[in-house]
């Protein structure tokens, strides 16, 4: 029991000496934090252990970390023995460095820090200076197993990390699933809108194929009497003079004056349609163009001999796919001021313009579109 005593008196006096030279650290951080007027700073540092005190450090605007990474390291500290010189040592590092980055006044204040850490530094307990207290002498064997053994009562460091990362898992699971609920719900929206799409798709080829098939020309009145007419002049031949006047044949029409000539007026020129999905560095590649409108047909291409413009695809399930991915199909061709939250359609006010450059399209113009 008396080497058991002597280990744990050792281990408590190792842990003294690092906590002398960390509140060493902390008045050296503190000061540097003071100095350069960051005194909001100073409550953020964590002096408790060496892990708390090493991240409430990390990421100032000061680089008071890479301060403490340039001077804290094992190399000097060798050939140091005791604990009083290797704060001795600490300290020297810290104000020689300090005392080269200031002058005047502020060389001042680091000689007065000298001194507050030199008294810090022979405040705190040292290995040296740790009391073995003496063990009372049993006198039977008896009492000595009667004696309980000391056992910690505090929980060790890392069950309080086990317990943070448990609940970090159990987060980030919660998290997951919740995604993986929104994703199928994404799917099954999309597969019912591809099955309404292709019943669209089918009635509008039977509207066609309905236009196409002309009823047949019904035939004049001329065809539907003459075979009558025909009839009557035969038996009026035939009969003689007794035989009754022939009706008169109907009169022809008369036929209409030809128009006069026209002068020939030149063609108005019409649009070719073209449709893409977006735009790429600037400009739209004539490769990717197609005559027929698609699901993901965002943009349209009206071409002219004269110019070429651009908008918005005016088709609410097209804008609907494009509005699912935010505003990234729109932030390189259009101009849009107002962000309403949560759109349900896309109105152009006004048209882009193109300039060709060989087999692309630049966009000369952006084109003006508004969200509701």
Not at 76 to 105: D, P, Q
Not at 108 to 126: G, H, N
Not at 337 to 346: G, K, L, V
Request: with cysteine.
């Amino acid at each position: 029991m008396m080497l058991t005593a002597s280990v744990i008196s050792v281990q408590r006096a190792q842990a003294q000496d690092s906590d002398g030279r960390r509140q060493i650290w902390c008045e050296t951080i503190r000061f540097i934090y003071t100095d350069n007027q960051r005194a909001d700073l100073v409550p953020t540092v964590f002096c408790d252990d060496s892990v708390s005190f090493v991240r409430s450090i990390q990421g100032d605007s000061l680089s008071a970390f890479s301060f403490y990474q340039s001077i804290e390291k094992p190399a000097i500290y060798a050939g140091l023995s005791t604990e009083m010189a290797k704060r001795e040592k600490l300290i020297r590092e810290i104000t020689g460095k300090l005392k080269a980055r200031r002058t005047g006044a502020r060389a001042a204040k680091v000689d007065s820090l000298e001194q507050q850490l030199m008294a810090l530094a022979q405040s705190e307990p040292q290995l040296g200076e740790v009391v073995q207290q003496p063990q009372p002498v049993l006198d039977t064997p008896v009492q000595a197993t009667q004696t309980p053994a000391a056992t910690p009562t505090e929980a060790p460091d890392y069950l309080w990390w086990l317990i943070a990362l448990s609940v970090c898992v159990v987060g980030l699971g919660v998290a997951l699933w919740q995604l993986l609920q929104k994703l199928n719900a994404r799917i099954d929206r999309r597969a019912s809108r591809d099955e309404m799409q292709q019943r669209l798709s089918y009635l509008e080829e039977r509207l066609k194929k309905l236009e196409s098939a002309k009823p047949p020309t019904p035939p004049s009145p001329w065809e539907t009497v003459r075979p009558e007419v025909e009839r009557l002049l035969d038996k009026r031949l035939r009969g003689g003079k007794s035989a009754p006047a022939p009706q008169p044949m109907p009169a022809a029409p008369p036929a209409q004056a030809s128009p006069p000539p026209q002068r020939e007026m030149a063609p108005v020129p019409t649009d070719q349609i073209r449709y893409v999905k977006n735009p790429n560095n600037g400009a739209f590649h004539e490769s990717k163009f197609t005559t027929n409108r698609q699901r993901d047909s965002i943009f349209t291409i009206h071409q002219r001999p004269d110019r070429t413009t651009f908008c918005v695809t005016e088709d609410p399930e097209v804008q609907r796919y494009a509005m699912e991915y935010g505003y990234s199909f729109f932030e390189e061709a259009c101009d849009y001021t107002q962000q309403t939250p949560n759109p349900t359609r896309i109105v152009n006010l006004e048209r882009g313009t193109l300039q060709r450059d060989g087999s692309v399209w630049k966009i000369e113009k952006k084109a003006k579109i508004a969200f509701e």
